[in-house]
């Protein structure tokens, strides 16, 4: 199953050039990669709506501690990794399934220092490879849309958290079901895309043993926000360095939030 589900994803995310076409972006951003800060990595690290800005008002629902073990379950190059780990200097482990994804992910860690914190491993995030009980904090960001399991998606990420754990969430959700245009940054095609309703993603993880403590619907700010980013001058740093047609993807899902198609869900949720 594994191996099936990996060549389906990797046709969605690999290039077969994403280290090269970042190192090449931060040197033409002149930075230089001896002394590179984690910071230096924020415009192209996060690979998810609102980028950064998301990122940063997740982690700021969460008491993050340098004791805490943390998961980052779907971690694309390690963005939220690197943020959590630098930000609060506690061990993270990132599960990715694309194998180009964590071979970055590795090569980044190290530029910026934090490989000894962070712990990288190529996994399925419906099959973890972690025992019970092992993670205080699981990030899930932008990955359910390829899940279409998402009971066993969020019964993984209960089982490998401790009692009063927590989840964090930032989602795309179906608004209204109608037709959505393609290409959309998690899915060239429908068949790769798999999504839910705010109220049917609130559900399945209520169900999986969680009660939710945080759940608000930032749509509207997420589509401002990508607005302002697509009206941006062009910059050699950003997810354009490593996602394909990231243009067309990008513009695709900011009209698809902005006229309701899509929704943005934010959430936190407490394992029981």
Known sequence: MLADMTDTIDSQYSTGVSRQ????????????????QPADLAPLEDFHTMGRVATHQLVDLLAVTSDHHVLDAGSGIGGTARFVADRFGCRVTAVDLTDEYCETAHWLNRLVGLDSRISVRQADVTALPFADNTFDVVFSQHVQMNVADKTRLY????????????????DIVSGDRRELGYPLPWADQPSLSHLATADQLRGVIESAGFAVEVWGDLSEQAAALMQAYLALPANPLGLHTFVA?????AKNLTTALTDGRLRAIQGVARAL
């Open 21 to 36: 076409d970042i190192e090449r972006a931060l040197v033409a951003a002149g930075l230089d990669l001896a002394r590179l």
């Open 155 to 170: 019964a993984e990420a209960r089982r490998v958290l401790v009692d009063g754990g927590r989840l964090a969430l930032w």
């Open 245 to 249: 047609d990231f243009e067309a993807k």
